[in-house]
């Protein structure tokens, strides 16, 4: 029997050993990744030496999860004394490193920010929500805009025209 063979959880173990097959709800996108993403930063907190628990979990280790993520990203950041640095579309390859996207450990932080509450985190203590945090990914998107030589400017809400009342009154008298 391979890994893949075996159940993903205790109810699915339970279920199956039992011969009750339950149809699950299905989970939307968002809900799956968020338990992917739960459950791959539980392992994380396993394999430390010594093991944390999740009650002794902070923001360190938060950190030290969203570094540990770098050696997969997929996004180069090209280093000060490149030649590239600062060019949005380099014309050719360079030696520096692939990290996490910005976005992509903003939205990572999201969803476990969520699904730190939903298994009885209080919003307090909650580790993904800390300051130290925000500040972390603020330096990494600076850091990845200037890299690649694009500003990143937060997308203003668009204010949604509406007439004054004493314009809207004067026009339905003129009609």
């Keep these: ?7 993903k959880d205790s109810a699915e173990a339970s279920s199956s050993a039992s011969g009750n097959h339950r149809p699950q709800p ?5 809900e799956s990744q968020k338990r992917r993403d739960w459950n791959t930063f539980g392992q994380y907190l396993k394999n430390q030496r010594p093991p944390v628990s999740l009650p002794h979990c902070n923001c360190n280790h938060v950190l030290d999860f969203l570094r540990y993520l770098d050696q997969f990203g997929k996004t180069k950041v090209h280093l000060q004394g490149c030649m590239f640095f600062g060019q949005p579309d380099p014309p050719a390859s360079c030696t520096c490193p692939l990290r996490q996207a910005w976005g992509s450990l903003d939205a990572l932080i999201g969803r476990l920010r969520a699904a730190y509450e939903e ?13 130290a945090i925000r500040v972390f990914l603020r330096e990494v998107r ?3 805009a200037k890299a690649r030589g694009i500003p990143y400017k937060k997308k203003k809400k668009k204010k949604i025209q ?3 009342k004493d314009e809207a009154k004067t026009s339905n008298q003129n009609s």
């Design 162 to 164: 509406t007439k004054p």
């Design 119 to 131: 298994h009885g985190g209080s919003p307090e203590t909650n580790p993904f929500g800390n300051g």
């Design 1 to 7: 029997m391979s890994a893949h063979d075996l159940p």
């Design 142 to 144: 600076e850091c990845q």
């Design 26 to 30: 299905q989970l939307s996108r968002y």
